[in-house]
């Protein structure tokens, strides 16, 4: 998996250590919700079953370097519609 110098610092906070590269990847490649931000990077959402959260992951301009990834505790499902 492909991310910033500002992810690979990030990830080893607690709250974002617990993260797994997987559901990160599955946010990536089977989002529930896909938003463009106004300086060109990508917001992609996912359901973690086993953490009962969704996951919220910011990609760059090119879709694929993972910038950061967090646990959106503001997110619900019905923001979709």
Request: hydrophobic residues 35%; contains cysteine.
């Amino acid at each position: 998996m492909k991310c910033t110098r500002y992810f690979s610092f990030i990830k080893q906070r607690p709250d974002r250590s617990i993260i797994k590269e997987e559901w990160i990847l599955d946010a990536i490649e089977k989002p529930i919700k896909t938003e463009l931000q106004s300086d060109g990077r990508i917001r992609k959402w996912s359901y973690v079953e086993k953490m009962n959260k969704y996951l919220r992951v910011i990609l760059l301009e090119d879709g694929k370097t993972v910038h950061n990834a967090f646990f959106d505790r503001g997110f619900k499902e019905e923001d979709e519609k």
